[in-house]
């Protein structure tokens, strides 16, 4: 089955920039696939039709082969979301954060009490749930709405630049929670700068540029269809940088004792 299906979707927005340009994609069910592409390529658009957010001026979107567009009720279910930019109540607690966010998806409350305790434990804010969120710092937000995203357990996670600016040990630990979780069934929809790290972790990837997907595959194939050695390069080569590979950046030669 497949999880999310884009099928020839636009954007255009008031102000008459077209963010979206007849994109079309298929998730399979199970799937980890990464959306990358330049700041502006119209990523968070395409995130934000998919989770309600926004309107699409054309096309379908089907989650779980729910209409996404006319009945997002239907489709919301199987959805979690970690936005880029941490849409918080301040005025919360953390334990409330999640434990409010499954009552609005409807979960009884003994499960929401479980499925709180198993979260925070996870995310490694037991510590912390008592705290306001605004006392938060960055890297404990960036767990909460991790967090918050899973509360449900949706079939499909989408997260939206998980690792922009998070230290090295929260970077690996969110790694190798969602390819545990990936590994568990749930499919994983990705955006992120970082092209090491769509390499590691994603099964295909979807190359975004000014609201058009440009190229689709595995890494291996991509950077076999630029001729390159790796996803990066792949990327420059897609965006006409390719003077910039690390493959150009002279090793230091070691300074003798
Ligand atoms: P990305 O997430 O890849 O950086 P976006 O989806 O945010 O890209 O933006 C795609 C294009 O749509 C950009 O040209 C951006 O300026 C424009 N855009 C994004 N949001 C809006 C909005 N609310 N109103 C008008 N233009 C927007």
Same mark, same amino acid.
């Given at each position: 089955m497949k999880a999310l299906d884009i099928t020839d979707l636009e954007k255009r927005y008031p102000n008459g920039v077209e963010a979206l340009r007849s994109v079309s994609l298929e998730i399979e069910e199970g799937e980890f696939f990464g959306l990358l592409g330049p700041n502006g390529a119209g990523k968070s658009t395409l995130i934000h039709c998919t989770t309600g957010l926004a309107q699409p001026t054309g096309g379908s979107i089907e989650i779980f082969e729910n209409d996404?567009? !006319?009945?997002?009720a239907e489709a919301r279910q199987a959805v979690g979301l970690a936005p880029q930019e941490p849409n918080i109540d301040w005025f919360l607690t953390v334990e409330e954060t999640l434990d409010y966010h499954a009552g609005y998806f409807g979960m009884p409350r003994r499960e929401r009490r479980e499925r709180t305790e198993e979260l925070l434990e996870t995310f490694s804010l037991t510590e912390k749930k008592d705290e306001r969120t605004r006392t938060l710092s960055g890297g404990m937000k960036r767990r909460l709405i991790l967090a918050r995203a899973m509360m449900h357990r949706p079939r499909l996670l989408i997260l939206d630049?998980?690792?922009? !600016?998070?230290?090295v040990e929260l970077r690996l630990e969110l790694w190798h929670y969602v390819q545990k979780i990936n590994q568990e069934g749930t499919t994983i929809l990705l955006t992120t700068h970082y092209l090491e790290e769509a390499e590691q972790l994603c099964d295909r990837i979807a190359f975004i540029a000014e609201g058009q997907i440009v190229a689709e595959g595995t890494s291996e194939a991509l950077a076999e269809r630029f001729d390159v050695a790796n996803l990066e390069d792949a990327y420059l080569a897609l965006v006409g940088r390719g003077e910039l590979s690390r493959s150009h950046i002279e090793v230091t030669p070691e300074v003798e004792a």
């Open positions: 996404a567009i !006319g009945h997002y630049e998980p690792t922009a !600016g998070v230290d």
